[in-house]
């Protein structure tokens, strides 16, 4: 058994291998390549997916899952080979149902996609980014015919993101959270909103980044192990535990985005260094899912970043980096402005109280196109008909509606539903959190994050992909997803910001 | 024919994504790469390697490669798919000389031996590095055995950069070489060296970056289809022909380094993105051998760069820059300054007068330790001894002596002699063009690259790798690699700024 296993991890640390590669590849693509470079980039994608496919698809791997799948018994239950065997069989046969051909084409079609996609946005132009979008479709739709039978035809494409999760759990889960969250947005509309025009002045982008840079390193971000760079659309990638970076973008007219978004990206940069490195070169040295991931981006942004207790600590900081912009704003009234609610367009861009209404209109178009209710070149009006209902806001054009995401472009369907959950959990690991460590919020207060890092790693992180998401989020909050937490938090911090 | 030929070529288009992606991986490793990242690194190139040599060596490629080979009566002399045929079969016949886990044990020894060789290098500590390097020349002469029977045990590791070059002529060249550059030494040796004490001055860093990259930009260097970074030790690395990066080093205390250093890698670039893009993704998209990559960059950096007619246009333009350090130094003083010979330990700053003095000190040692008669441990006392002999110094520590390079580090042996090959290829190339282009002088003078860029595109890059290198040499030139026109060069040159 011991050297099947010892098989298993070679063959496994190969994979691995060519998926980092993939991410160096992927992370180069997205801050520095050279226009010149894209046609070839596609095609080394291509190879690099097709070839990691095949190798963890082969039969040798199949026949070691096999044989070593009833010794498990033997093993210590959770413990690291008792998970990797049991992660590599359920990736095994999904990925065995798929064949490399489509996952070739996939990858060659979405590259393509994704620099169509970037000058349609830029000259906001449906009808060019079009055809490669039914492209994607009818591949994602593909797809799911591979997992036949299914409850939902949108199930194999969620689990690609949230294991185990049901688009009739998801359904649930929304159609409590969604009167919540619109009863409380009328509530604030009612209000008058603070003041955010501080926020918009001259802020020059350097010391914006020097800023964020500050921040994330106090939050604990390893710097011998990451590094940040600009991109157009912010991400996060690691290609081990060791090597996990994130991007930011500026906005020199604009305080929030780069500041927020680098604390957003930091926090699931830390989540990848925080996985044990025992775990490395193997499927389970990453994040469990993406709405854990999310989770731990939205903590570290909005329950943390957002908060009075943040800012007590840092806004004399700020301050200090910009006395002409800040010096005449009071922390009561930037800790307001930074907290004000506003139907927007954009949703990365979006506050804490309409975030989840940007979503839920994602899901349902993304539903309708694959159930096949709504068809590509119907897609603008669709979104911006839901635009109005939702948020009551008609975009003024496709680049700030249906064009504004990255993630179509990369044929990701199935992961925005995992933002809105990333928010809930958040909710309820902070739940947790407190009851655990009492003096959390004095410890922000003061420019101490140790304790809720170290929480994070010891609690969630570390375990990198051992467990399954849903029996991780269970274990951490005792609950599975629900959305009464983040309405909890979302009322008690509004109610006192808007008085309401 | 016609599908067997598609079958060759879609399985050598996945080696090249192969071999490209492994380029884009080491690029990263190092420029941008954060420490943690180097275990990780070295596994994920460990295992591209392997796998492109699998593949490259594959029972089907060989069963093609014999099909094909009658058939290329068939095809047009010279034509792509001829030279393919006939490129891939010598490389083929190679290659399955040695077993993959070689190739995989190799990649793993040296992507490590590069990180201890930074440190060793730091610190001056040979020790540190001795055992990395054991391991290598270990390697080396296991490599060498593969291709037994041979001439000389050097012969297959010059293969490897310049294919069909024997260890016997080199020794042939260089002995050719050598008493006319000693004379010449000894000559200028007697002579009153001009003053070249403004190089050393405070020369900030963007200022010289921003220098080099405006005469790169004239020289055709396409920024669309490239980029310029920073690294310890320059290169160039180009992925296909849209992507073609350069790196440089930047001596804020002295202006020559980064000067001529991005002329030099800018030669390179340009020769990889001077190849017709329809050999992308065949093994014939990129230069013909080191020797002809180092032509290309020593007549760059030397014969234009070194150059009257080049400072009558740029002079002005520096000393614009540099107003407080250069405005007064004359055109003439420091055209005769940047061309001061001087017997010197780093190979990288040496004058065109003694560099290949550097090579064949090299070339002897590498020779040695192949043959047996030197041992690692004996290389630095072998080294210092050769240094006094060849230029009468002796290294004050190893960093200036035997860690000074890079390439042992990463297994390069044979690369160094393309080094002096290069300088002369350069010299014989450049009588070429002057017989082509009477103009040069005063079109280089006036800022005009455009003649001389097109002339080496068209008789030299767009060919990328469809000739042997010695045959395209014998093309270009009308000779085999010869001293003479560098000799003549230097002597020319050097007379009128010594007076000799």
Redesign the interface.
Known sequence: MVKKLDQLKTLL??VV??K??QG??GW?QET??????????G??L???A??AHEKFTSDEVGQLLDDLEPLTSQLLADSDDDCLIRYSLREYRKLKRVPAAFVEEDTRVTSNAYSVWEKAKATSDFARFQPELEKIVALRRQYASFFQPYEHVYDPLLDDYETGLKTAEVKNIFNALRPQQVALLQAIAEKPAPDDSFLKANYPEQLQLNFGKEVITRFGF??????EDLSVHPFTTG?????VRITTRVDPQQLDMAMFGTMHEAGHAMYEQGVDPAL??TPLASGASMALHESQSRLWENLVGRSRPFWSFFYPRLQQLFPSQLGNVSQESFYRGINRVERSLIRTEADEATYNLHIMLRLELEIALMEGSLEVKDLPEAWNSRMKEYLGLTPPDNARGVLQDVHWSMGSFGYFATYALGNLVSAQIWEAINADLPGLEKNISEGEFKPLLSWLHEKIHRHGSKFEPQDLIRKVTGTGITPEPYIRYLTVKYSEIYHL
């Open positions: 640390g190969e291998d060519l980092s590669a160096v590849l180069d520095l390549m050279p226009p010149g470079g894209a046609e070839g980039r095609y080394q291509g190879t690099l097709k070839i390893d710097w011998q192990r990451g590094r290609f081990n535990t060791g090597d490395n070169r």
